[in-house]
């Protein structure tokens, strides 16, 4: 006899709510991730990167070059070196983050006309932290060398207030359009809070199919199907709403869609990860192994979702197998309406591809469960 959709329901909330690792993975691993990873990057930008100098002119314009570039948020010089290789091994010694050259006859050559070649180093190892200490450092250097050329318009007769105008031939007015600090945060973080709602709904839909509860036996796969889908969409919808609401407020993420934009994209992303969860749950042996497989393929996704990695970049086979997944096309469509405020008539084609795979992974998941579920032996009559 088949249990009714009231008991189904009881049993299922009373399975999610009991099992400690779904509770962990669920609730633990998105509150857990909200304050864990954009910890390091709070700040934004890096700021006071420390760098080691190696000043081989030694003459005022020089010592003035460094009291520039220490004056920048970007770097502190915080050692000095009277060679390149004591510099080498201050710089690995301590982990710092560049070195600063200053040739010799670095003023002379400036006096003469020439163009003296400053020389930087960085730690390329950590992208952000090397492109702060060489935008520090290079933006020090063109401003001396602005220095320089507008005293050398005033000594040729050419008014201070017009060699100021006139030291440039081109002036540019940078205006960062959708990233208005400049910073990890706004760049980094709506991305991944979905990536973040996506695998941990994975995660605790598998570890859930992953069991042998003697009450699904006695369930209809497709009342089955829709009771623990319906359950897990409500869970991450307020869970979706808590990153959306609370979270991008918390860390002062600008948000330029509107609710019901939100909602329409997160109803097809929401159902879809459910699915794919059912599925994983019911193909893999053994619950943990849904883990470990959601584990591995984060960082991929990450690369192949095109937010931090160009997807012309991309190898693409690995393109078109990673639009298998409901995450890559929710990405995109949440970056366009939420942070780039695109119309929602401009992410349809993604907004299309959601429900595709909600349709596919719906329909499979279903198929899944009905091989899995053997119906009652009847034993009247059998006598």
């Not at 860390?251 to 994209?265: M, S």
Request: positive net charge; hydrophobic residues 50%.
């Amino acid at each position: 006899m088949c249990m009714s959709w009231r008991d189904t329901l009881q049993h299922e909330v009373r399975a999610i709510f009991t099992n400690p690792t779904i509770l962990l993975t669920v609730f633990g691993g998105v509150l857990l991730y909200f304050f864990l990873y954009p910890l390091p990057y709070i700040q934004q930008v890096p700021r006071d990167q420390e760098v080691v100098v190696v000043n081989l002119d030694n003459s005022q314009l020089s010592r003035h070059l460094e009291r520039m570039v220490d004056a920048t948020p970007q770097v502190r010089l915080s050692a000095r070196a009277s060679s390149l290789a004591e510099a080498e091994r201050i710089f690995v010694a301590r982990k710092m983050a560049g070195i600063l050259a200053i040739p010799e006859n670095f003023y002379r050559d400036l006096l003469l006309g020439r163009r003296p070649t400053l020389s930087f180093a960085g730690d390329a190892g950590y992208f952000l932290v090397y492109g702060t200490v060489l935008e520090g450092m290079a933006g020090a250097g063109n401003t001396l060398a602005a220095e320089v050329k507008m005293n050398r318009m005033v000594m040729s007769g050419q008014a201070p207030a017009l060699a100021t105008e006139q030291y440039s031939a081109i002036r540019l007015n940078l205006v960062p359009v959708f990233n208005p600090t400049m910073g990890y945060v706004n760049y980094v973080i709506p991305a991944v809070f979905i990536l973040i709602l996506h695998q941990t709904l994975i995660m605790g839909v598998g570890i859930l199919g992953g069991g042998q509860d003697g009450y699904r036996q006695r369930t209809a796969p497709l009342q089955l199907l829709v009771v623990r889908t319906g359950i897990f969409v409500a869970i991450y919808w307020l869970l979706a709403m808590y990153y959306f609401g609370f979270g991008f407020t918390f860390y002062d993420v600008p948000r330029l869609a509107g609710l019901p934009e939100l909602h329409l994209i997160l109803l097809p992303f929401l159902l879809s990860a459910t699915f794919l969860g059912i599925c994983l749950g019911s193909l893999l042996p053994r619950r943990e192994l849904v883990t470990l497989l959601v584990l591995i393929s984060s960082l991929p996704l990450v690369f192949a979702s095109g937010f931090i990695w160009p997807i012309s970049a991309i190898p693409t086979p690995i393109i078109v197998v990673s639009q298998l997944f409901p995450v890559i096309p929710a990405i995109q469509a949440f970056i366009a309406v939420n942070q780039m405020g695109a119309k929602f008539s401009t992410i349809l084609p993604l907004f299309y591809q959601l429900w595709l795979c909600t349709a596919l992974y719906g329909t499979l998941a279903w198929w899944l469960l009905r091989s899995k579920i053997t119906p009652p032996i009847a034993t009247e009559g059998a006598s």
